[in-house]
Each structure stands twice: as C-alpha cells, then as structure tokens.
C-alpha cells in the first residue's frame, strides 16, 4: 500500500539532506506561531469588548476566548510533539514522562474540543436573530452600546464620532443576547466563515490524532503495519482540505487568517519531518541488529 500514494514524509525527506535549512525553517515557523498567537489574543479581547453585554455569563465568555484558548493549546501540543519526535533522547522516557506527555495531551484535545464546539455555536448564534428593519444612518442608534460586526473577525463601535463612516442603507441585524449587529449583505459571508472555522477545526483533531496513532506506532517500531499505512493516506487527504480551507480564506480576503493557517500547516510538518527522520534512523538500526544477528 505504501506505494500507492504519496506521503507528506516522502514530500519532505529532501529537506533531510539539509539539517540546517531544515532546522531553521522550523523555528521560524515556531516564532511567528508565536507571534500569532498574541494577534488573536488581541482579537478575542476586542471581540469580548464588543459582542458581550456586561452580565455575560462566564460560558460566554470562555467561549468568546475559544481561539486564544485554542491556539494556547495547539502550541502545547505541538511543544509536546517536538519534544516526542525530536528534541529528547529515548533515554529520557520513562513512564512517568508518558503520563506527564499523556495528561498534557489530554488537555490539549479537551481544549481544542471545545474551541470546534465554540466555533460552532458562535456560527449557529448567527440564525438566532433580532430583526432591526432598514437603517439609512447608523448615526441613529449610536450612544447604545452598540458594535457593527464588519466581517468574522472586526468589529466597529456605533459611536457619534465614528458612525458617519460606517455603511449604512440596508437591513441590520442583532445577534440575539449580544451587543452586535451586522447587515445583511455581510451575513452570509460571515456564515461561511463561521462552518469554514468549525469544520477546519474538526480536520485537524483528525490529523493531530492520527500524528498521535503514528508516533505510537513507530515507537513500537511497526513501520510495515497497515494502521500506520492508513493513518498516512488519511493525514495526506486531511492536509489537503486545510490547504483547500486556506484557499477558502484567501478568497474571502482574510490575508491573517490564511497566513496563520499555512503556519500550523507548516509547524506540523516539522513535526512530520522528525518523524520521517526518526523512521530513517530507527530503520538503519533494525538493519544493523538484523545483520549482526545472522
């Protein structure tokens, strides 16, 4: 079965003739993960002064976090993950560190989880809708506490100062117990956006799951097992819809959105260039052991 399709270890084994471009690439995607990670901080903390009244609730507003808590625990995992295939010995494994590593990832998938499960409520809270008829000037309900939701991601305060700039001319929208409105040309765009998180983020628990299944099984050195097979083919499909989600990103126009995308695609095939790595050495052991042991 391995040579019916391609994998994405097969893709990125030239790069092992290059450790340093290799090693470099890597932790330059790391850092602007990073980096990253602080930008949606500051998305969620706009969209938390935005979208949420005063007396939310507490489940609101974990749930208006969902990326910075779910971006906090990507970058865990894949700590874990670089420190599973790559930067620690097989000496320093001991049972202890695989309960450690075990309960980490536990937490990890428990958090990521729950961001797919916040992805998909904040989408289904956009069919839960108050009506607000035709508003020619937005200037006429401005000093309400009110935030215009502009696309997935930015929100405008209805301000006297600021509601002159704002488009205006066509049927509005309250978010049903938020503190936002959007119009309808944007709805359904944002819609989109909002099953294209929901439906991203349940691919790659997929993947990150079947990573998991892979480095269990090279630890048991089962290189030829068709689980290991199937989990390869199906990563390889799993990675092409993230691919296809950026291209939906790009189209729409969110430039930061598709970048931090192709960045986690990026920082996981580090990921699987260690274990392509990792197979390559552990493979020239098991040839050693055979050979001196005929």
């Given at each position: 079965?391995?040579?019916?399709?391609?994998?994405?270890?097969?893709?990125?084994?030239?790069?092992?003739?290059?450790?340093?471009?290799?090693?470099?690439?890597?932790?330059?995607?790391?850092v602007w993960l990073c980096i990253n990670f602080l930008?949606?901080?500051?998305?969620?903390?706009?969209?938390?002064?935005?979208?949420?009244?005063?007396?939310?609730?507490?489940?609101?507003?974990?749930?208006?976090?969902?990326?910075?808590?779910?971006?906090?625990?990507?970058?865990?995992?894949?700590?874990?993950?670089?420190?599973?295939?790559?930067?620690?010995?097989?000496?320093?494994?001991?049972?202890?560190?695989?309960?450690?590593?075990?309960?980490?990832?536990?937490?990890?998938?428990?958090?990521?989880?729950?961001?797919?499960?916040?992805?998909?409520?904040?989408?289904?809270?956009?069919?839960?809708?108050?009506?607000?008829?035709?508003?020619?000037?937005?200037?006429?309900?401005?000093?309400?506490?009110?935030?215009?939701?502009?696309?997935?991601?930015?929100?405008?305060?209805?301000?006297?100062?600021?509601?002159?700039?704002?488009?205006?001319?066509?049927?509005?929208?309250?978010?049903?117990?938020?503190?936002?409105?959007?119009?309808?040309?944007?709805?359904?765009?944002?819609?989109?956006?909002?099953?294209?998180?929901?439906?991203?983020?349940?691919?790659?628990?997929?993947?990150?799951?079947?990573?998991?299944?892979?480095?269990?099984?090279?630890?048991?050195?089962?290189?030829?097992?068709?689980?290991?097979?199937?989990?390869?083919?199906?990563?390889?499909?799993?990675?092409?819809?993230?691919?296809?989600?950026?291209?939906?990103?790009?189209?729409?126009?969110?430039?930061?959105?598709?970048?931090?995308?192709?960045?986690?695609?990026?920082?996981?095939?580090?990921?699987?260039?260690?274990?392509?790595?990792?197979?390559?050495?552990?493979?020239?052991?098991?040839?050693?052991?055979?050979?001196?042991?005929?």
């Amino acid at each position: 079965m391995n040579s019916r399709f391609i994998s994405i270890k097969q893709v990125l084994l030239p790069l092992l003739a290059h450790p340093r471009v290799a090693f470099s690439l890597k932790w330059f995607v790391y850092v602007w993960l990073c980096i990253n990670f602080l930008q949606y901080v500051q998305d969620d903390i706009l969209a938390y002064n935005s979208s949420l009244a005063a007396d939310a609730s507490l489940a609101d507003i974990i749930l208006t976090f969902r990326t910075t808590i779910d971006t906090a625990a990507w970058l865990v995992l894949i700590g874990v993950f670089e420190l599973e295939t790559y930067a620690l010995p097989d000496a320093a494994f001991t049972r202890w560190l695989d309960r450690v590593f075990i309960a980490v990832k536990a937490l990890c998938y428990t958090c990521i989880a729950y961001a797919a499960y916040g992805y998909l409520a904040d989408t289904l809270e956009l069919y839960d809708l108050i009506a607000l008829g035709h508003i020619d000037d937005l200037c006429s309900i401005a000093g309400q506490g009110l935030f215009l939701q502009l696309d997935a991601a930015d929100y405008s305060e209805i301000s006297l100062a600021s509601c002159a700039a704002l488009d205006a001319g066509s049927e509005f929208f309250q978010i049903r117990g938020q503190t936002s409105i959007v119009s309808v040309n944007e709805l359904d765009s944002i819609r989109t956006m909002g099953w294209l998180d929901f439906g991203n983020a349940v691919v790659w628990i997929v993947v990150v799951i079947l990573i998991d299944v892979e480095v269990h099984l090279q630890n048991a050195d089962k290189f030829d097992s068709k689980r290991l097979s199937y989990a390869r083919l199906f990563k390889m499909l799993g990675y092409g819809l993230l691919i296809g989600a950026c291209l939906m990103w790009f189209f729409y126009g969110y430039a930061l959105y598709t970048w931090d995308a192709f960045l986690w695609i990026f920082g996981f095939w580090a990921i699987e260039l260690n274990l392509a790595e990792w197979e390559q050495e552990r493979l020239k052991e098991l040839n050693v052991e055979t050979s001196s042991s005929v």
